[in-house]
């Protein structure tokens, strides 16, 4: 009698133990991860800042990595191994290059993660659960019809630089680039891709890294190609604001108009000052704040994301900011800009 007693607590023992542990499990938090191109533009730091907010106020646990520059492709897969090793739920990923993340996107899809690309399309798109994004195209598209409208009859004959990220051509890059080209109305030939347009306004394609010192390196380049540069596309507003410090060193910033996309305090206030003519803004606070409610979402009940109606991702908005508007483009003024800005 006395073992089978000491069987029986021994089995109680057991159960106790095991119905702790599974207590303890339903209690572990939702983990999720955070990879940015860098933890220094403005706009990644937002993106940062809105799934930490959102995280703490659904219960998800947040873990942040970012690479070393634009383009640090190594770096983020890295961080793709140790999110899977952490056994998160789901990563909110901006890739340094679409492509080569793929197989560690597919990786993690093997292992019940959720992988929402943010801002920046995987290549194939469709190798991401979900992308929530600007439509970069039409933030292309946007800033090159404001920048026609306002160049008016002269924009038959002008001369213009494209001042792009680097040369993996990642999406969200090739959709600024190209969507600025069709707006001003020029033809993009294959939309997948720049540097094959022909039209002979385009006096060149450089690369920025997308931050300041690269833009302005960059507009330095073109400029001596061509002097007569008269608008300038840019990445984005870093990449901006060192294109117009090289304009002004060489006296030439009057007469330029540059574009932007973005929307971040620092480039609407440059707008405001006459700096960037007109920026097409973006809301990466809000994008981050959506991609993690998904995430709780996916691991409360399997639920995954839809793609809004008409398109084939999830379209977290872009006004086009200036302070000149142009007839037939929609837009607000910097100061409503001012308003939502970010960083």
Known sequence: ???????RLGGLAAMALTASTLAAA???PVKACVITKTDINPFFVKVKEGAEAKGKELGVEIMAYAGKIDGDHETQQQAMESCIAAGVKGILLIASDPKAIVSSVEQAKAQGILVIALDTPLEPANAADATFATDNYE??????AWAKGTLG???KDAHIAMLNINATQPSVDVLRNQGFVEGFGM????????????????????YTDGNEEGGRRAMEAIFQR???INVVHTINEPAAAGAY???KSFGKQDGVTIVSVDGGCPGVQNVKEGVIGATAQQYPKKMAEMGIEAIAAFAKDGTKPAATEGKDFVDTGVQLVTDKP???????????GLKLCWG
Do not use: F, N
Not at 199 to 206: F, K, L, N, T, Y
Not at 326 to 336: C, L
């Open 1 to 7: 009698m006395r073992h089978m007693k000491r069987a």
């Open 26 to 28: 339903a209690q572990d």
């Open 139 to 144: 933030a292309g598209r946007l800033i090159g």
């Open 153 to 155: 009859d002269a924009a």
């Open 187 to 206: 033809d993009p030939k294959d939309k997948s891709k720049y540097g094959d347009e022909d039209d002979p306004r385009i006096v060149g394609q450089e």
């Open 226 to 228: 061509d002097p007569a």
């Open 245 to 247: 410090e090289a304009l």
């Open 326 to 336: 142009v007839e037939g483009v929609p837009s607000i003024t910097s100061d409503e």
